[in-house]
């Protein structure tokens, strides 16, 4: 079994301390979540702090500050106001994450036009390249799942891996755009019943904007992917690479709910299969 990709070199007392080193003026810090990459800290009245689990995430963190900087969309993203050169911190943004929600009514509109804005985006900032095609979409989440079976139960093993049987359609042959490549409902605020942020931008780059549309197959189906890209008015073909996309997303939330013992992640990649009728 490989290592988990999301074990930490320093526990969460030591990234406290590290936090506590490089912005001693914080009184209170208390700890939030985390997730692959970051642990992320609540400190004083309203601010979050996340810290890189391991040295390879610091090129990825000042990436984002880099890129955040500069970047202007219709819905708000954090802007980083300290920053030490790995740990970083801004103020929160309104509403709470779309985990455990469906996607309100209003999301298409909102979302569709954040992307279109997205996606003509062009930032000064260097990022990576990400070959999102669909190949790799689906062997990813394949090896994952692999990872993940001795924790799985063997009927929900079967299940996941028929998700991924799938034939990818042709890849994306148009010109890189900038995409977030890491969004679901966990990135994805929402103040009562509109979008009100986008968060965690550590995987940002350019790519197949058909990435950031998974989303919408794994949170509601063809109807939300078809309403959202009606507003985006994107190329053809991108529906077809989304589905793709939301079935990895999907099997991916099992995946790592099961072996990281995280049952909300878990729960909500079970939601996405029997709302799809997979």
Request: hydrophobic share 40%; net charge negative; charged share 25%.
């Amino acid at each position: 079994m490989s290592r988990a990709p999301w074990e930490s070199d320093h526990d969460r007392a030591e990234a406290e301390r590290r936090l506590r080193a490089a912005f001693p003026h914080l009184r209170e810090v208390r700890y939030f979540d985390e997730g692959w990459d970051f642990r992320a800290f609540l400190c004083d009245d309203g601010w979050l702090f996340r810290v890189p689990k391991r040295p390879g995430e610091v090129d990825r963190i000042r990436r984002e500050v880099a890129l955040l900087k500069e970047l202007r969309l219709p819905v708000a993203v954090p802007r980083y106001e300290h920053f030490d050169g790995a740990i970083g911190g801004y103020r929160m943004l309104p509403g709470t994450t779309g985990s455990g929600r469906e996607a309100p009514a209003s999301f298409p509109r909102a979302f569709g036009a954040a992307m279109r804005a997205l996606h003509d985006f062009l930032p000064s900032t260097r990022l990576p390249v990400h070959d999102a095609t669909p190949a790799q979409t689906l062997t990813a989440p394949m090896r994952e799942l692999e990872d993940a079976a001795p924790f799985m139960d063997p009927a929900l093993l079967v299940r996941c891996r028929a998700v991924l049987d799938v034939e990818a359609p042709p890849p994306y042959d148009g010109p890189a755009v900038l995409t977030h490549s890491d969004l679901f409902p966990e990135h994805v605020l929402l103040d009562g019943d509109l979008l009100s942020g986008l968060i965690d931008w550590g995987d940002a780059g350019w790519g197949d904007p058909a990435w950031d549309f998974a989303i919408c197959f794994f949170w509601g189906g063809d109807a939300l992917l078809r309403e959202t890209l009606r507003h985006y008015g994107g190329p053809p073909g991108v529906a077809d690479r989304a589905r793709v996309g939301g079935r990895r997303m999907a099997v991916g939330h099992i995946a790592f709910g099961s072996r990281a013992g995280r049952p909300a992640v878990l729960a909500e990649g079970l939601r996405a299969l029997d709302r799809l009728g997979l």
